[in-house]
């Protein structure tokens, strides 16, 4: 098991799996090239992670089949902007790879990863240094999270069945930041079933950092996402 130090040293990258087609959105495209407040919706989340000073590198890992990125987003282009055609058929196979190719273009695996969901486009960059100054000691690592605050109801066939109890319960973000070395170890074991990063290394034993963030944070995934989205983005 991967085993560091608080005090071990390294560089943070960014790294957005962008493979997939967001089948929930109703879009005719993959969900993160549809406009939104007058650019791509990925383009938005790019942009905040490249405002991130203390991110070495935005690492994108796409479809090989990807043809969208260049024509909807010319504009990621330069030292800290790094593109990858290397993602696989889930989440997990997609962060994999993507981890290989950073340790391919020089990172370690004492350096930190922060995984950025790319429908995740309100990020704002000091969320991001939020999370990075909180994990900066960890040996774990961290992600952003946000204490639940609705009545959570347990399903059956379009009725609610039960009430579940929501103390202690929070709603996972992105980024989730962790140890290249430690996160790769973790998804080879966890397997393609893992939904996020934090599970895969809770499964190893650990306790990642919740770093509370903000409501806005939020994936867009369903078609009226895109109208919130759009709102929130144009009133900043």
């Known amino acids: 098991m991967t085993n560091l130090s608080p005090a071990t040293p390294g560089l943070a990258f960014a790294l957005v799996p962008a493979a997939g087609i967001g089948e929930r959105s109703g879009a005719d495209r993959p969900k993160q090239y549809v406009e939104v407040a007058g650019r791509p919706l990925m383009a938005h989340t790019l942009a905040a992670l490249l405002a991130v000073p203390a991110l070495s590198a935005t690492l994108v890992v796409l479809s090989p089949e990807d043809s969208h990125f260049e024509k909807a987003l010319p504009e990621f282009h330069g030292d800290r902007a790094w ?3 290397c993602g696989g058929a889930t989440r997990a196979a997609t962060v994999a790879a993507g981890l290989d190719e950073l340790m391919a273009r020089g990172a370690r695996a004492q350096d930190w990863v922060l995984v950025h969901d790319a ?7 000091e969320w991001v240094q939020q999370l990075i100054a909180a994990c900066a000691d960890e040996a774990v690592g961290g992600l952003l999270a946000l204490p639940l605050a609705d009545t959570l109801k347990e399903a059956h066939q379009g009725r609610s069945r039960s ?25 080879a074991l966890a397997g393609a079933a893992v939904t996020d990063e934090a599970s895969a290394i809770e499964a190893l034993g650990h306790e990642p950092l919740l770093v509370e963030a903000s409501l806005e944070n939020f994936k867009v995934t369903w078609p009226a996402d895109f109208a919130l989205a759009e709102r929130l983005l144009r009133s900043r």
């Open 83 to 85: 593109l990858a055609r």
């Open 163 to 187: 009430t579940l109890d929501r103390r202690g319960k929070w709603a996972a973000q992105t980024p989730q930041m962790f140890r290249i070395g430690m996160l790769r170890e973790a998804l």
């Open 119 to 125: 429908a995740r486009c309100l990020l704002r960059p």
